[in-house]
């Protein structure tokens, strides 16, 4: 930054401070020739833009102002995390579905733009792909019901990677039951459930409800 006072002499010499506003202690001006430094470590997550006065005050006591703007560029600094790790899923046999996904795995990254952006993969225990993950949204399908047995077990081990190439250092575990037909069992009607709710509303608020079948009545929760 730069100021010029059209005076000479002593009363020209220009001094630069910052006015009030986000900036400290992330940034700080150089009093003499207006440089603008970083002084403190900076996050895009914490505070992405910052907006601060600096004020040229020379000798005799004149100032003027300039207003500020920055913009940080995110980088990636992070990586994906599961929210959960284990997910534990119950097919009853003869009802297995290659339409409807049998659960959704999740995970974030607080990046944003293609850096917060999470893919998904079965990197084990998928023996004769019978299973396949959208990539986009975590949701888990059956290919081959044909293949899927009662009292048969599946362990998928599913990975999260986000748009720079970052993997989550732990992956997630899939576990999968086949309950023969015979047998209740309580199933939800669906993997994922997603509501929206307002920030101001009071505590106590039904947001949604969820809903299950055991033994072929509904069981509402």
């Keep these: 930054m730069s100021a010029i006072d059209p005076d000479c002499g002593v009363n020209a010499m220009v001094n630069y401070t910052l006015g009030d506003g986000l900036a400290r ?6 009093p003499d020739s207006g440089e603008l430094c970083v002084s403190a470590p900076l996050d895009h997550e914490t505070t992405s833009d910052f907006e ?13 102002t300039a207003m500020v703007k920055i913009q940080l560029l995110d980088i990636n600094d992070n990586v994906p995390v599961f929210t959960v790790r284990d997910y534990n899923v119950s097919l009853k046999e003869g009802r297995i579905s290659s339409n409807e996904p049998i659960v959704a795995v999740s995970a974030t990254d607080a990046d944003s733009g293609r850096f917060g952006t999470v893919t998904y993969r079965i990197v084990n225990g998928n023996d ?5 993950i959208d990539r986009s949204t975590g949701e888990i399908f059956v290919t081959k019901p044909s293949l899927i047995q009662a009292n048969g ?13 970052l993997a989550a250092p732990q992956g997630a575990m899939v576990h999968v039951n086949v309950i023969p037909a015979g047998v209740g069992s309580a199933l939800f009607d669906k993997p994922r459930y997603n509501f929206r709710v307002r920030e101001d509303v009071r505590s106590g608020t039904i947001v ?8 072929g009545e509904f069981l509402f929760i």
Excluded: C, H, M, Y
Excluded at 25 to 30: D, E, H, I, L, R
Excluded at 128 to 132: A, S
Excluded at 153 to 165: K, P
């Design 52 to 64: 601060f006065p600096v004020i040229a005050t020379d000798r005799g006591g004149l100032s003027t």
């Design 208 to 215: 949604g409800s969820l809903k299950a079948t055991a033994g």
């Design 128 to 132: 004769n792909d019978v299973f396949r």
């Design 25 to 30: 202690p992330q940034f700080s001006v150089k």
């Design 153 to 165: 077990r599946f362990d998928l081990e599913v990975s999260a990677t986000d748009g720079g190439g």
